[in-house]
């Protein structure tokens, strides 16, 4: 760890007094992170703990939220007037990531009212086991390690469970135990003619051992769900505080509740058109069945679909010179792995480790969820563009390789789904402005993809008020967007323990498109569609409301060279 170059990024106009003790405080306080979070150190790209696994108990919890609370005082002291310019804007965003951390931990507390061992599990040996930075033979061995550790940290995840567990979070870890032993095979079954004897035996005990454990502590969690409680939901006046701390540009969630409304409504009448275009002569549900209907026969079939789509949106970029394509980038497309299936229904991605010698993002498609014989209508080939655009060109991938570019720690560990997730959904648009895949069927397929984060927003909204139960989402899900039962389910159990974080899709996307339109008024005809995208591109996975700011800040400056 000692060893590791950490990043700082040049001081603009030029180097204040005090860039450099800010700078120190976020070093010391990021070595501390992935020194304590072995898992995220992995996901970073920084190997020195690969066969470990972080420290589950309660006093490591407790002694976190101490150290963030330090971080937090320590960047407070920092005076603002020692900074140059472009330090000022990194102390006050840091300074909102710490406020934000402070809320999960401290009062939303998910850590101590929801069994999360088994996510932490699968995302510790997914994390190699996806990856290849190193030779399979040797990540193998760090996988061996990590399940040799389960069951301690299994035991120490129990000594966290000092409130009251909520009931449908409990249900979900049993379902992900149920689902773990699947990928302690897979790892089991990987060793197979690439390690030798004494190590393929030692790589087959762990496993057994993982898995005896993992069924150990899942009995011990239905033991307890007598004691469960049913509520989850934050409540208004917390869910408010939360808004909030998210830099929304101003949004209060009423006002972000209306605007879901006002989006499912709009989308609703887009796709009224899009069914009118490809057959006038019948109902909107029926076109859209048919439509739906139209989707490989086999899920491998439908995996090569979305590589194809991937590729074809990555070539028209490049061709129509839309956003500059960061040098090297690299991604794999691969089914989801099954203990993530429950809660990811659809797709999803996972960001390039900043500090991997050759990073690489991963694209996760979801074949079904347990097994629903309707499962391949979710992966019709209107659908298959949509989600390959928003997932990797030029959404999360292209997004996510740009912004770990990046120099600054402040910036990488940003959390703002309202941008990386919005992005997603910007490009779905943009791109059919621009022509790619702009047909009536991929139309409605994005129009059908918008109302289903349309009716995001809404739940989340409403979910987190205590205004609607997960059965009464569920159905309203089901209703707006035709999802079939156990993916809309999933989708809402979800929703119930990441508040605001679904919101950030569609609220993102209108955030955006708004930002565009005032660079477009800004800058009249000096405004240029691909050096936008290159500045949010550049400037990495920050709050829309600070993309703002520093647009206006490269602004001021491009005229101060055009003047001098």
């Known amino acids: 760890m000692a060893e590791l170059v950490l990043p700082r990024p040049v001081s603009e106009p030029a180097e204040g007094p005090l860039d450099g003790a800010f700078w120190d405080i976020v070093d010391a306080d990021f070595r501390r992170i992935v ?3 072995p898992i995220l150190a992995t996901y970073l790209g920084i190997h020195d703990d690969d066969g470990k696994l972080d420290d589950a108990t309660r006093d490591a919890v407790v002694q976190e939220i101490a150290d963030t609370q330090k971080f937090e005082r320590d960047i407070e002291a920092i005076d603002p007037a020692g900074l ?12 909102h990531n710490v406020r934000r951390e402070r809320f999960n931990s401290e009062v939303h507390r998910v850590w101590e009212r929801r069994s999360t061992a088994l996510d932490q599990v699968g995302d510790a040996l997914f994390s190699v086991f996806a990856r290849d930075y190193a030779p399979l033979a040797e990540r193998l061995v760090s996988l061996t390690e990590r399940m040799e550790a389960i069951p301690v940290s299994l ?6 469970a000092t409130a009251p567990q909520v009931k449908l979070w409990q249900e979900l870890e049993i379902d ?12 089991k079954a990987a060793g197979v003619g690439v390690l030798d004897e004494r190590a393929q035996a030692r790589l087959d005990k762990a496993a057994q051992t993982a898995s005896a454990a993992t069924a150990a502590y899942i009995e011990t969690v239905k033991a307890s769900m007598g004691s469960t409680v049913e509520d989850w939901a934050l409540g208004s006046d917390t869910y408010d505080r939360l808004v909030g701390l998210r830099a929304f540009d101003g949004l209060d969630a009423s006002q972000i509740l209306e605007i879901g409304h006002q989006q499912l409504a709009l989308n609703k009448a887009a796709r009224v058109e899009d069914a009118r275009r490809i057959d006038p002569t019948v109902s909107e549900s029926i076109v859209v069945d048919r439509v739906k209907s139209h989707h490989p026969a086999t899920f491998d079939e439908a995996l090569a679909g979305y590589k194809d789509a991937m590729f074809r949106a990555r070539a028209y970029i490049i061709e129509h010179d839309i956003v500059s394509l960061p040098p090297g980038e690299q991604i794999s497309v691969m089914p989801t ?30 074949p079904s969820v347990g097994d629903d014989p309707n499962a391949m209508r979710e992966h019709y080939y209107g659908g298959i563009s949509n989600t390959s655009v928003h997932e990797a060109y030029p959404g999360h991938h292209l997004q996510l390789s740009a912004a770990t570019r990046h120099p600054s720690l402040v910036r990488l560990l940003t959390d703002a789904p309202e941008f990386v997730e919005g992005w997603g959904m910007y490009s779905e648009q943009m791109m059919r402005e621009q022509g790619f895949d702009d047909g009536p069927e991929f139309l409605l397929a994005m129009h059908t993809d918008a109302i289903w984060r349309a009716c995001r927003i809404i739940l989340d909204v409403r979910m987190h ?36 974080y679904q919101l950030s899709y569609l609220l993102g996307k209108v955030l955006l498109l708004q930002l565009r339109a005032d660079e477009q008024r800004r800058l009249g005809a000096r405004f240029s569609l691909k050096d936008f995208h290159d500045a949010l591109m550049r400037n990495g996975s920050l709050p829309i409301s600070f993309h703002r700011r520093l647009l206006a800040v490269q602004a001021t400056a491009a005229a101060r060279r055009a003047d001098g």
Do not use: C, W
Not at 176 to 187: D, K, R, S, T, V
Not at 475 to 500: D, I, K, M, S
């Open 155 to 160: 035991e120490q995840h129990k000594t966290r």
């Open 337 to 366: 792995p099954e203990y993530l299936r429950t809660v990811m229904p659809f797709a999803a991605y996972f960001d390039p480790p900043k500090f991997d010698k050759h990073p690489s993002g991963i694209y996760i498609v979801t």
């Open 84 to 95: 140059s310019d472009s330090v000022k804007f990194e102390r006050e965003l840091a300074l």
């Open 465 to 500: 008020r205590g205004e609607l139960s997960v059965d009464e989402a569920t159905a309203f899900l089901a209703e707006h967007t035709g999802f079939e039962h156990a993916n809309a389910q999933a989708e809402v159990f979800r929703y119930t323990y990441t508040p605001t």
């Open 176 to 187: 992900a135990g149920e689902q773990m032993p699947f990928l302690f095979n897979e790892i």
């Open 35 to 37: 020194k304590d979070h």
